[in-house]
């Protein structure tokens, strides 16, 4: 049965452990978790509400008869641009499979042919490994799965439409978190913290993110002294609905994978459609901005309507409602912030630099993606990384809630400001950076009085690009455009400079 936390105000409240995000990384984490202890789960709106919920494509996992786990392997070191942990990548590729089956286990309800999962094809991929469900939201298939088992559980409290504001540290320890529900105060204590908040796209003015994702997690971590690890390497997807008006809506590469073409006004090609997203996206970008009034489009005219309306029924609909029909229209893209790599560094079962602070899912930088994310690698990270992430909370020993009171988190950020952060990161950390605009973003946020979380996200990101003098993955710099031989991370804390090392 789901338990819902009644608060008051000023309201302090204990559990064993605390989840912050009800997206797949937490889910998956706090069905391990309950089986040892109380769990209170802390979600920005609805437990339905997340990152996790809009993921089209699919999941990759070595699934496959003429698949395995090696070639997986390969596929996502290669995108990686020399920056993937191997043994990160071998626990997502190795224990991957298993997360699926479980899935099944659970009700997931993905695509089959015959009795054995379809699966699809997507950029970086050397074969077919997406497996993907319900016309195209996969992420929906997977998150009702994982609700399910939540709910079945006596021990999960939801918190909904809870403000997850900063981190209670105490000697040098995340003993729990401040929050806010319906304009109530509130500390939760836990003998240990579970971030699964997501990345924060929404810093961008360009993004496929819900606007729920604006790097909380990733800011309040920060602010306690957790290790911020490689945020420069934000990625953008290449195929987002470009229509005045309409949001940012993402065309999944699962689209490409199927053949759908990439082409400019006059309708012709002019890259491959099945490289990885960074290479994609740049040669979008540079195809917009070539003339004043660019345009590119995501062309699937020559793929059976039959097929669009069956595989991608989410995508057909939504182009419809924008006057849009995919199976006779060229539908006009650009690139938007979608995915971070980076995020707060951790080892293989999801520990940060903090004691009690873990973290999972986009938030975290656990080394699997280098610097270019591999396509549908995000959601088997989630899983994977949030039941490793619980088995470790499982070996925290309890404590005592401290003393002491905690500072007082950010205010809420004016719309102003809010539109100049995101204006000024698309301007100047985009999908094209160098030193000169880095700068310049730098000091424009300087002159935004009022902290926020965005904002902080915003001056790590200008910041560990501005460190990093080279291209690489999604990171590139026309000032550095080789990608030099050392691969480094970048590293950054509260009152530290950027480190590579």
């Not at 910041?463 to 999604?474: F, H, N, P, V, Y």
Request: aromatic share 6%; glycine share 10%.
């Amino acid at each position: 049965m789901l338990a819902l936390l009644r608060l008051g105000m000023d309201v302090k409240v204990e559990t064993d452990y605390v989840v912050v995000g009800s997206g797949i990384a937490g889910l998956r984490a706090a069905i391990d978790l309950a089986e040892t202890g109380r769990v209170t789960i802390f979600t920005k709106a609805e437990i339905t509400e997340s990152n996790s919920i809009h993921a089209q494509g699919g999941i990759a996992a070595a699934m496959g008869a003429d698949d395995n786990a090696q070639q997986h392997f390969v596929d996502t070191v290669t995108a990686g641009a020399g920056l993937c942990d191997s043994a990160a990548v071998r626990v997502l590729v190795e224990e991957g499979p298993e997360e699926i089956s479980r899935l099944e286990t659970w009700g997931a309800d993905f695509e089959k042919d015959q009795g054995v999962l379809s699966l699809s094809r997507e950029g970086g991929h050397s074969i077919a490994r997406i497996v993907h469900g319900n016309g195209g939201l996969t992420g929906k298939v997977v998150i009702d799965a994982l609700i399910a088992r939540v709910r079945a559980s006596p021990s999960v409290t939801i918190v909904p439409f809870s403000f997850f504001q900063d981190l209670v540290v105490d000697a040098g320890r995340v003993t729990g978190i401040q929050f806010q529900n319906n304009d109530r105060a509130g500390i939760c204590f836990a003998n240990a913290v579970l971030l699964a908040t997501g990345g924060g796209s929404q810093v961008y003015s360009q993004s496929t993110n819900p606007e729920t994702a604006t790097g909380d997690g990733l800011a309040a971590a920060y602010r306690a002294g957790a290790e911020l690890r490689d945020m420069e390497f934000v990625q953008f997807h290449p195929t987002v609905l470009n229509l005045p008006g309409a949001p940012r809506f993402l065309l999944t590469e699962a689209l490409r994978g199927e053949g759908a073409r990439i082409v400019n006004e006059n309708g012709e090609r002019f890259v491959n459609e099945l490289l990885t997203r960074d290479e994609v996206s740049r040669a979008v970008f540079r195809q917009l901005t070539a003339t004043e009034h660019g345009e590119v489009f995501l062309d699937m005219t020559h793929i059976s309507a039959d097929v669009l309306k069956r595989k991608f029924r989410h995508v057909y609909t939504t182009c419809l409602n924008y006057g849009l029909d995919i199976t006779r229209d060229r539908v006009p893209i650009t690139p938007a912030a979608h995915y971070f790599m980076g995020g707060v560094a951790t080892d293989l079962w999801g520990r940060s630099t903090l004691a009690g602070l873990y973290a999972a899912g986009e938030l975290a930088s656990a080394g699997v993606h280098g610097a270019n994310r591999l396509a549908s690698n995000s959601l088997l990270e989630a899983l994977v990384f949030g039941r490793r992430a619980a088995t470790a909370m499982k070996e925290q020993s309890p404590h005592k809630p401290p003393l002491h009171a905690p500072r007082n988190p950010p205010a809420a950020i004016p719309l102003s400001s809010f539109d100049k952060i995101r204006d000024t990161t698309w301007r100047n950390a985009g999908i094209v950076r160098n030193a000169a605009g880095l700068k310049k973003g730098l000091e424009l946020l300087s002159d935004i009085r009022e902290p926020s979380n965005l904002l902080t996200v915003a001056r790590v990101i200008h910041e560990c690009a501005l460190a990093r003098e080279e291209s690489r993955g999604a990171h590139f710099r026309d000032d550095f455009t080789s990608t030099a031989s050392s691969k480094l991370h970048s590293y950054i804390k509260k009152d530290a400079r950027v480190s590579l090392r």
